[in-house]
């Protein structure tokens, strides 16, 4: 079992920075391959940005050039490095896991219980 949790959310106003993270324990053999995903009320969960065991990175177009995900494979910790926020960026971000690099697909198998992040105009 895979138990993640994130941190890092708040508000912040549009054009800040934020940095999330999700710390991984447990059988960490399950979490070479990395995302996050935000979901906002009304809408269906869209991946951010993911990693995957070989370091590759993906993310959504809606992020590119804005947020930057990391890993530290020493501490089993995922990053997510938010700049020049947007008010659509306000949601719940969630940190996901598995062994299978579904990038930006939901479906990783294990999942954090989600950081909330607002974001003002």
């Known amino acids: 079992q895979v138990h993640l949790v994130e941190s890092g959310g708040g508000s912040v106003q549009a054009g800040g920075s934020l940095r999330l993270s999700c710390a991984a324990s447990?059988?960490?053999?399950?979490?070479?391959?990395m995302g996050w995903f935000r979901q906002s009320p009304g809408k269906e969960r869209e991946g951010v940005a993911a990693?995957?065991?070989?370091?590759?990175?993906s993310y959504a177009d809606s992020v590119k050039g804005r947020f930057t995900i990391s890993k530290d494979n020493a501490t089993n910790t995922l990053y997510l490095q938010m700049t020049s926020l947007k008010p659509e960026d306000t949601a719940m971000y969630y940190c996901?896991?598995?062994?299978?690099?579904?990038?930006?697909?939901?479906?990783?198998?294990?999942w954090g219980q989600g950081t909330h992040v607002t974001v003002s105009s």
């Open positions: 996901a896991a598995d062994n299978a690099a579904y990038r930006l697909w939901p479906g990783y198998k294990f």
């Open positions: 447990g059988y960490t053999y399950s979490t070479s391959c």
């Open positions: 990693i995957d065991s070989n370091g590759d990175t």
